[in-house]
């Protein structure tokens, strides 16, 4: 899978699916699933790492994450996430940022907003990188939202996001994700533009969808937003098999003699 295959899916009508993922061992299992692509996402600082938000997240920290997971995946396309701030501090320095994460093995970058860095993505693809935009809820401007808020509800809204999206499709970017924004709303951006959008509570008129892994294997215990959903109760499985591992070695039934050495 490569970038122009996104591009090929939306022409055939054909659905995109990606998860989110931050290690090896799950990059390993990703790799024998028909999944389209693979998000190094900075909800990694969330997801992995305990934090409210993910401001956090570091350039290093995205490198390590990527270079495992690149590690596992096999021949999956794995984007990767540019950290909070990371492609705002000029053009030089995101280009630092973009270099760093495509030697750590990504195949293509994902971008949040356009507006103020338009020279950033322009730059990006015309260096041969693939470029996936992030339009809707920007979790990395989560302080000036006033939370983890839908977008796109008012008229305002719903235009400046169409014209986002419009600026992306034009700098090059080869598709873009649409988080928590109305159904209807993402459905008329997917119809008008000529590159796929992927989204992540916002539909099914979408041409793709992606979800957190932890999310949707149902290992999150402590967060069910309303777009996601539990594919596996995997925070029971997990419990569960300690739980045996627990008793069975307390009652002295692990390790038998044929899991010893003689």
């Known amino acids: 899978m490569y970038s122009h295959d996104f591009l090929r899916a939306k022409s055939e009508g054909r659905k995109l699916s990606m998860a989110?993922?931050?290690?090896?061992?799950?990059?390993r299992l990703l790799s024998r699933t028909a999944l389209?692509?693979?998000?190094?996402?900075?909800?990694?600082?969330?997801?992995?790492?305990?934090?409210?938000s993910t401001l956090s997240m570091t350039v290093e920290i995205t490198r390590m994450h990527?270079?495992?997971?690149?590690?596992?995946?096999?021949?999956?396309?794995?984007?990767?996430?540019m950290p909070f701030l990371s492609f705002r501090k000029g053009l030089a320095a995101a280009m630092d940022t973009a270099q760093v994460l495509m030697t750590a093995g990504a195949h293509a970058l994902k971008l949040e907003g356009v507006d103020g860095h338009e020279d950033v993505i322009q730059r990006m693809v015309q260096s041969g990188i693939p470029v996936m935009g992030h339009l809707g809820l920007q979790p990395q401007s989560v302080h000036a939202y006033g939370?983890?808020?839908?977008?796109?509800?008012?008229?305002?809204?719903?235009r400046d996001i169409v014209r986002q999206a419009t600026a992306l499709q034009e700098l090059g970017a080869f598709a873009i994700v649409l988080e928590c924004v109305p159904a209807k709303l993402a459905q008329e951006i997917t119809m008008a533009l000529r590159i796929p959008t992927v989204?992540?509570?916002a539909g099914a008129g979408c041409d793709g969808q992606i979800l957190v892994l932890q999310d949707l294997l149902g290992m999150n215990v402590d967060f069910h937003p309303k777009f996601s959903r539990h594919f596996m109760d995997g925070s029971c499985t997990i419990v569960d098999a300690v739980a045996r591992f627990d008793e069975a070695v307390k009652t002295g039934a692990f390790p038998l003699p044929e899991e010893s050495y003689s």
């Open 20 to 27: 989110t993922c931050y290690d090896y061992t799950f990059a």
């Open 36 to 52: 389209d692509g693979i998000l190094v996402g900075d909800s990694a600082a969330m997801v992995m790492h305990g934090h409210s």
């Open 66 to 81: 990527t270079q495992a997971v690149v590690r596992g995946a096999g021949e999956k396309f794995v984007v990767a996430d």
């Open 147 to 158: 939370g983890f808020r839908v977008q796109g509800r008012s008229d305002d809204s719903s």
């Open 199 to 201: 989204g992540i509570g």
